[in-house]
């Protein structure tokens, strides 16, 4: 066996534990598995547990015979999946959890490369984040958006329409049993969300940063087509492993701008911001808050999807999908990243054309100009905020309201609808206590449901502000990852009813209208920092005692950079 191949280390030779990491691995792998066939994990977060992702068993089952076509031993490797939808408090909190486990296992293991299966929203970013730690030869098969349902012949978009009905109901315009008649028609297939949300988002992303074989991110999860990339795929993981194309050879500062250009032409979630600053922290990229404003200010919108827009991800695909995407601001691209298929990202890209023009625009007539995700900042966040433009009401980008303030998510769903409470369309909604510390695990919760009493008037939208997330799916003109959050020391602690906040997107600022002075001898809220978590044991005070903030992707401090794939001791 050469002994380039890591898992030589494990297999070669005739001493005792060469035996015994062999012998059981027998159990239906010939004699000539171990002499210089490359052994490929097959990273797997199917589960009943993650809908998103429970197709991906077959998915694996296309990889297996790639990697066999192209002499390699394909393992597969159950890991932490991170169901969006199902777990509380949030999936948030799993997925530095997520990505710790994967890196360790995929280290600890005999194997040479992986291909990381993902789909639902935390999967992929955990995937990526635990492949860039470890250094091994890595590829992602994104397991793709589901098929468009549809209620009374209207499309359903996944996430994006639950919002939009649950507030008409509230505003009294649905009935409950309208309300839950869709229910069963919201996911039609397997697959992850079918709107431009975190999940699709991500995908996307992972092909732009270049880990996807071209062209099959966005594919849908029952399209043939996505068994055809992933065989594809595991044939491509033995080639990497020859080559040792590992993730840092190919995810560079320009496939992060080739990324945060992808996002801002697509619409993707605000939720891509989190995750790419975390993996550039794991590679040593860097990547900081201030570039999604600087590489993306310049970018226009190109793609008409949900929450922003009015298609979904199958009309996405039809539509000739990221390649065609990449292939109209190709002049913003940084043209010498590469892809996990050794050829530059921007190779073949005039074979992908538009094939229908509504839902992907040409660069002569975008949806609009500058669509990037606009970073704020000011007294009420010294570290920065985050909203998104396209997915905001146009007349409430420059706003000047006041506060009305919840102290946690339970303050809000207690007081939100009281017809007592003192609010009006021009105030601002704030939300403390729910960035990664304070909640824990910085939930999807920015997008607050507007009063009852104001949306039975006709209001659809207000200014929200929060240290927490919001869903990809969402909408709003909600300024979300506030930092640092208020359980970190943040100003939004120190807001009081009735204060001036004032908005101004064009101007990139948030600002609190309370002199510096009364501001420097106001002291956090009681209320706010009775409700901030305070975990006695397990990964919950792991994460609280370590996690970073927002502005630099709410990673945990000890997990930054790479410890690379290296075991030196053995087991036995
Ligand atoms: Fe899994 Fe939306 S819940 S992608
Ligand atoms: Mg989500």
Redesign the pocket.
């Known amino acids: 066996m050469p002994s380039r191949l890591r898992s030589a280390q494990w297999y070669a030779g005739s001493d005792r534990n060469a035996y015994i990491h062999r012998a059981w691995m027998r159990r239906g792998l010939p004699r000539d598995a171990f002499s210089g066939r490359p052994h490929i994990a097959i990273a797997n977060t199917a589960s009943d547990l993650t809908p998103c992702n429970a197709h991906l068993d077959e998915v694996a089952r296309s990889v297996r015979d790639g990697v066999h076509e192209a002499g390699g031993i394909p393992l597969n490797l159950p890991v932490i999946s991170l169901g ?1 939808t199902q777990v509380r408090p949030t ?1 948030m909190l799993w997925r530095n959890m997520a990505a710790m486990a994967i890196e360790e296992m995929l280290r600890a293991n005999p194997i040479d490369g992986v291909v990381l299966l993902g789909g639902c ?1 935390k999967t992929i970013p955990a995937l990526l984040m635990a492949a860039a730690s470890v250094g091994l030869p890595a590829v992602v098969v994104p397991g793709g958006p589901m098929l468009t349902g549809s209620f009374r012949g209207r499309p359903l978009g996944c996430g994006t329409d639950v919002w939009r009905l649950s507030e008409e109901v509230r505003a009294g315009t649905m009935t409950e049993q309208e309300f839950t008649g869709s229910e069963s028609s919201m996911i039609r297939s397997r697959g992850h969300c079918n709107t431009m ?2 999940a699709s988002t991500m995908g996307l992303l992972a092909e732009a940063l270049g880990m996807v074989v071209p062209g099959l991110a966005g594919t849908p999860a029952p399209d043939s087509r996505l068994l055809e990339g992933a065989h594809t795929t595991g044939k491509l993981a033995v080639e990497l492993v020859h080559e040792q194309r590992t993730p840092a050879t190919v995810i560079t500062a320009a496939s992060f701008r080739n990324a945060i250009v992808t996002l801002a032409a697509t619409g993707g979630s605000t ?1 891509a911001v989190v995750h790419l600053l975390a993996l550039a922290g794991r590679l040593g990229v860097g990547l900081n808050l201030d570039d999604f404003d600087r590489i993306g200010a310049e970018v226009p919108l190109l793609v008409d999807l949900l929450p922003s827009g009015r298609f979904l991800m199958d009309d996405f695909h039809r539509a000739g999908g990221l390649r065609a995407v990449l292939r109209e601001v190709r002049d913003l691209l940084d043209t010498t990243a590469i892809t996990v298929n050794g050829k530059r990202l921007v190779d073949g890209l005039d074979e992908a054309p538009i094939w229908d023009h509504e839902v992907i625009r040409t660069r002569q007539a975008p949806l609009r100009h500058d669509a990037g995700i606009a970073i704020l900042r000011g007294n009420l966040a010294p570290g920065g905020a985050i909203i998104k433009p396209a997915a905001a009401t146009p007349a409430l980008m420059t706003h000047r309201g006041r506060a009305v303030v919840f102290d946690s998510i339970e303050d809000l769903h207690a007081r939100i609808d009281d017809p007592d409470l003192r609010v009006d369309a021009d105030s601002v909604l704030v939300l403390r206590g729910c960035g990664p510390k304070g909640y824990p695990g910085m939930p ?1 919760v920015a997008n607050m449901p507007l009063p009852r009493k104001l949306l039975e008037q006709g209001v659809r939208d207000m200014v929200r502000v929060c240290d927490g997330r919001m ?3 969402a909408y709003g003109t909600v300024v979300l990852h506030v930092a640092p959050e208020a359980a970190a020391g943040g100003p939004l602690a120190l807001v009081r009813d009735g204060d001036l906040i004032h908005l101004d997107v064009p101007g990139r600022t948030l600002t609190l209208e309370v002199d510096a002075a009364e501001l420097a001898a106001r002291t956090p809220a009681e209320a706010a920092v009775s409700a901030y978590a305070t975990p006695r044991r397990g990964w919950e005070r792991l994460y609280v005692d370590h996690v970073m903030q927002a502005d630099t992707g709410a990673d945990l401090d000890f997990l930054v950079g790479a410890s690379g794939s290296e075991v030196s001791r053995e087991s036995h």
Do not use: V
Request: glycine letters at 20%; proline letters at 0%; charged letters at 30%.
């Open positions: 969006e999936a929203d949300g975190t939720n999807e869903s990809g799916t």
